[in-house]
């Protein structure tokens, strides 16, 4: 069941959905008088009352609350905890809107039976490796590459000047930038989760007076953007990275325009290649990707993105790939991208998975030929990208 509140000052939702036990709030709540929530609260109390075990309570979309709504709410729950010493209540908040874990962490205080879940601290394994610290520069050298390839891909995908859209899990905002300066949308969101990723992508647009990108800080799997806004949304080389990718694609859909398209590129890194030394890189890409397997990534994602859209419930999927070379440009760039792989994967990946010192000798060995492939003469270098449409139902 749901309920919609809409006034001035209060624009929310709030539903019961009983198969996960789960009661959940969203949007702004700022209600004059406790009489506005008269609804709001009965469906809690009903909740309550339908529940064995735990209720789990889900605010990590509410963007704001006032003083008057949070002690409705929290009174509802303190009293049940009371009359039903039974049930147990989990508050789940996020990260990105980080009042709501101190606000309602008072509750677990107050009742031992509450208890307070940041739930995307954990749901990011492999974000510290590829979206902090040294990594974040080789980025924009990987998309210049790319790019080479998606401004002829990009327009037969939805793209085109004048649009609104959204580039979501957008690192360091280099991407955005591209498209602003080709193809002139009327309106671009960039979101992302690590904030050094944002702070680096503010600090380039400040640097050489880039106006019109929205850089915002956000959860790719349960954002604070409304519903139907973009007739673009661009999720590249992210869900591959998340344990959970149909969450992400559930609210690329659901933040896309009816009749826009959800554009998405993921990788297959065993299909990386390289000539001279074939073998020994072949084997270090395939050791690669049951590396990020371990740590819940899927870097072999790429060929699976029809799947993925399909299942999301898009339509008109159109999918393509293309091949990354040390053709494309400088061979340069592309030994350089190489390096920073090994530097992070041969480095602290493997080590944090436990890989023995001779294990760790011979995947570096595979990115080592792999750069001089890239830079001989008669060398030929690959990195596959696969790139994916789906249209969201009218």
């Known amino acids: 069941m749901s309920l919609f509140a809409h006034g001035p000052l209060t624009r929310f939702k709030a539903q019961y959905d009983p198969n996960n036990q789960e009661f959940s709030i969203s949007g702004s709540v700022r209600p004059q008088t406790i009489e506005e929530l008269a609804p709001s609260l009965a469906l809690l109390k009903d909740s309550i009352d339908r ?72 749901f990011y394994p492999g974000q510290s490796f590829l979206e902090e610290g040294g990594f974040i520069p080789i980025l924009r050298t990987q998309t210049n590459m790319t790019w080479r390839h998606e401004r002829a891909i990009l ?62 800080y956000g959860d790719a799997a349960a954002m604070l953007l409304e519903d139907d806004q973009f007739d673009l949304v661009t999720c590249r080389h992210s869900l591959q990275i998340f344990n959970r990718p149909e969450l992400i694609l559930k609210e690329l859909y659901r933040i896309c325009k009816p009749g826009g ?68 440009g400088d061979p340069q760039e592309f030994a350089d991208v190489v390096q920073s792989w090994e530097d992070t994967f041969a480095g602290e990946m493997a080590q944090q998975r436990g890989d023995r010192p001779e294990f760790i000798k011979r995947f570096r060995r595979g990115f080592q030929d792999h750069i001089f492939a890239a830079l001989h003469p008669k060398g030929y270098a690959g990195w596959p990208i696969w790139v994916a449409s789906g249209r969201k139902p009218l």
């Open 51 to 122: 529940v064995r075990g735990i209720l789990y309570v889900n605010v990590k979309r509410l963007a704001q609350m006032n003083n008057t709504a949070f002690h409705a709410f929290a009174r509802v729950i303190i009293d049940a905890c009371r009359v039903r010493p039974d049930l147990k209540f989990v508050i789940i908040t996020s990260s990105v809107v980080g009042w709501t874990t101190r606000k309602f962490g008072r509750l677990s205080h107050v009742e031992p039976t509450i208890t307070v879940e940041q739930y995307d601290s954990a």
């Open 261 to 328: 398209r959800v554009y998405i590129t993921n990788e297959k890194i065993s299909h990386c290649l390289g000539e001279p030394r074939s073998e020994t890189i072949q084997w270090t890409y395939n050791e690669l990707s049951k590396l990020f397997a371990h740590f819940e990534m899927d870097l072999e994602l790429g060929p699976k993105n029809r799947r993925c859209l399909v299942e999301a419930g898009f339509e008109d999927i159109r999918g393509e790939s293309f091949m990354v070379t040390n053709l494309d």
């Open 155 to 216: 327009p037969r995908h939805g793209m085109r000047s004048g649009i609104t859209m959204a580039d979501i899990c957008c690192g360091i905002g280099d991407f955005a930038v591209l498209v602003q300066k080709e193809f002139q949308p009327s309106r671009i969101v960039a979101l992302d989760h690590s904030k050094s990723s944002l702070a680096y992508a503010r600090q380039i647009a400040a640097d050489f007076d880039i106006r019109g990108i929205e850089y915002t």
